[in-house]
């Protein structure tokens, strides 16, 4: 079981940065891949990004491939997701994921944070 908490979301300017932070409980946090996905109002929630329990491969959606980054601290049991150059069309509520699979699809991620809302005004 692992239980997932967002932070770092907010009302940032066009061309501005956020970092999103995701800390998860559980001695098992290194065994699982995490992944950031995002869903804006009337969508349907999309990937954004994922990174392997090591660190040692990450993968992107290519609307935010150059502008986003993610990292893990694995002694901290925390993922981050640093966003910069943010657009209007990043606006949307932010979720952490956690997965022994990984992957692009919601669906391979059994364990969910709340979210986070991230705002960029134009």
């Known amino acids: 079981q692992v239980q997932l908490v967002e932070s770092g979301g907010g009302l940032v300017q066009a061309g501005g940065s956020l970092r999103l932070s995701c800390a998860a409980s559980g001695r098992t946090f290194s065994s699982y891949a995490m992944g950031w996905f995002r869903q804006a109002p009337g969508m349907e929630r999309e990937f954004v990004a994922v990174i392997s329990w090591s660190g040692s491969i990450t993968y992107y959606a290519d609307s935010v491939k150059g502008r986003f980054t993610i990292s893990r601290d694995n002694a901290k049991n925390t993922v981050y997701l640093q966003m910069n150059s943010l657009k209007p069309e990043d606006t949307a509520v932010y979720y952490c994921?956690?997965?022994?699979?990984?992957?692009?699809?919601?669906?391979?991620?059994?364990?969910w944070g709340q979210g986070t809302q991230v705002t960029v005004s134009s």
């Open positions: 994921a956690a997965s022994l699979v990984g992957g692009k699809g919601s669906y391979e991620y059994p364990y």
